[in-house]
Structures are given as structure tokens and as C-alpha cells.
């Protein structure tokens, strides 16, 4: 048996840790002195905490962590795995587009002294939008739940028998933005009106044209809200996104292209 300071030493974790860890039930002492409060551990329990501080590395919370040691099908803990690692290559990769953009901003700052170059360099034009077939969900949705949804509408296109005109966007309701869950309509445009769940009525818009990844479309909101007001145009109805070029294109998120769109009128 290995006394709590001796398991702290030999795993390289601290004694506040391992108290925390037994709290949870996720790492519980062999045996407790009655006396004392001694904690005691087995050596077969070293196994255990280099596994759980191998996972924590892996990025998985510890509740997370407690649910996974209590997996015993192997293409469960498999499949957890996969998923995990999925998310760490898209958190590198949104890593690399931030170093790039902060790259980018350093090199327009020292070359300008303007710190907030990166919103002017938007242009902002008004445009008629054509009349849109769509097919569409409207729910409460988090901004990483887009492509389920998109799957169930491009599930539907074979069994309806309609044909996708290239359009993909997403429409926002809320009045104010939650990226866990805003009311939000996802949509892909068809050629047949008939077989349409709603049709996009042409309306005037003030537009502009993002290129980069989805973290930084506020700066495109932004540069378009400062223009309505500054030109004594209001909203008429809820802005929306039309995604011209995207990962679904072979392109690093730098290459990618989002129109962003505000349905206005004269004031």
C-alpha cells in the first residue's frame, strides 16, 4: 500500500488533487486510516491515475472522464476517442486561423497605426436578392449543431425529387445572438417552388462579402450595422447568411467565402 504522499509523488499529482479526485468517486483511496485519515492506495491504482491524467491531456473534462472509466464496450470508448480526437483537429485548426488573422492585424497595424483597420476593409453595397425556393428547418439551435441539420435536408433531396440549386444559408431571428442556442433557420435552396417549405421573397439588402473563417463574421456584422445607420436606412427583416465557399470545397478556412445579408428600408 502506498501512503497518499507517495502516490502523489510517484503520479506526479497533487495531494489537493487526489482529495478532489476521491470527492468525485473518480479516484478512490484503497483504504482510509479510521484513526487518522490516512489515505492509502494500491499500487494496481497507479494504472488508473496515469489513465485518467492521460485523458485529461486528451482535453476530456473530468466529469467526462468519469463517465469513461465506467465504459466497458470497447467500440463506445472507440468511438469516444474518435470524437475527441475530431474536436482537438478542428481547435488546432481554428488555432492556426487565429494565429494567421492575428499575424494578418499586426502586419496592417504596423503598417497603418489604425488598430481597427480590419472592420474598414469591408465593402458595403445594397442588393436586390432574387427570389429563393427553399428547403429549410427553423429550431432553437447552437452554431455546431448547423451541419446536423443540414444533413436531414440534404437527406431529403433524393426522397422529394427535388434539385439543389447550389444556395446554402442560414437565417437568424433572435435579437440577440447565442452561439449554444439562437432561433435560427438553416436552408438550401431548390429549383422547384412547388416542392418549396417557403419561398425567400426578393427584398433590398445591404451586403457584404466575408472571406475568412466563421469566428470573425461579427467584424462583417458590424462594418454592415454601421453602415444602415450611417446612411439613415433601418432593419426590415432578419439578416442572413449565404456560404459561397467552404470547407465542403476542399478550402482552408482563410479561402472560405460568406455573404452576409440585411434586409433594409429607408428610415
Not at 502516490?7 to 484503497?30: E, N, W
Not at 470508448?77 to 499575424?103: F, P, S, T
Not at 433557420?185 to 417549405?197: L, M, S, Y
Not at 466563421?214 to 445607420?229: D, H, N, P, Q, R
Request: hydrophobic letters at 35%; one cysteine or more.
Amino acid at each position: 500500500m502506498l501512503q497518499i504522499g507517495e502516490f502523489s509523488r510517484i503520479c506526479q499529482v497533487s495531494i489537493k488533487t487526489l482529495h478532489h479526485y476521491d470527492k468525485m468517486g473518480l479516484l478512490v483511496p484503497a483504504q482510509v486510516d479510521r484513526l487518522t485519515g490516512y489515505r492509502y492506495y494500491e499500487t494496481q491504482q497507479i494504472d488508473r491515475m496515469i489513465y485518467i491524467q492521460r485523458l485529461k491531456r486528451y482535453g476530456f473534462s473530468l466529469e467526462e472522464i468519469q463517465h469513461l472509466l465506467s465504459v466497458s464496450d470497447k467500440n463506445e470508448l472507440a468511438g469516444e476517442l474518435r470524437r475527441q480526437k475530431d474536436r482537438l483537429k478542428y481547435e488546432q485548426q481554428e488555432r492556426a486561423v487565429i494565429l494567421n488573422e492575428l499575424q494578418t492585424h499586426i502586419s496592417v497595424f504596423e503598417r497603418t497605426g489604425d488598430i481597427m483597420t480590419y472592420q474598414k476593409g469591408y465593402t458595403i453595397e445594397i442588393k436586390e436578392t432574387p427570389q429563393m425556393n427553399v428547403l429549410s428547418v427553423r429550431t432553437q439551435m447552437g452554431v455546431d449543431e448547423f451541419g446536423k441539420y443540414y444533413g436531414t435536408l440534404y437527406e431529403r433531396v433524393p426522397k422529394e425529387h427535388v434539385t439543389p440549386n447550389g444556395v446554402t444559408g442560414a437565417k437568424y431571428y433572435d435579437e440577440e445572438f447565442n452561439q449554444e442556442s439562437s432561433d435560427v433557420e438553416v436552408f438550401i435552396g431548390i429549383r422547384e417552388k412547388e416542392k418549396a417549405d417557403a419561398v425567400m421573397e426578393p427584398c433590398e439588402c445591404a451586403m457584404t462579402v466575408h472571406r475568412g473563417g466563421y469566428s470573425t463574421l461579427s467584424e462583417a456584422y458590424g462594418a454592415v450595422v454601421s453602415w444602415i445607420i450611417e446612411n439613415g436606412y433601418e432593419y426590415a427583416g432578419a439578416p442572413f447568411e449565404l456560404y459561397i465557399k467552404t470547407h465542403f470545397d476542399s478550402l482552408s478556412p482563410e479561402d472560405w467565402v460568406t455573404e452576409v445579408y440585411f434586409p433594409i428600408r429607408k428610415k
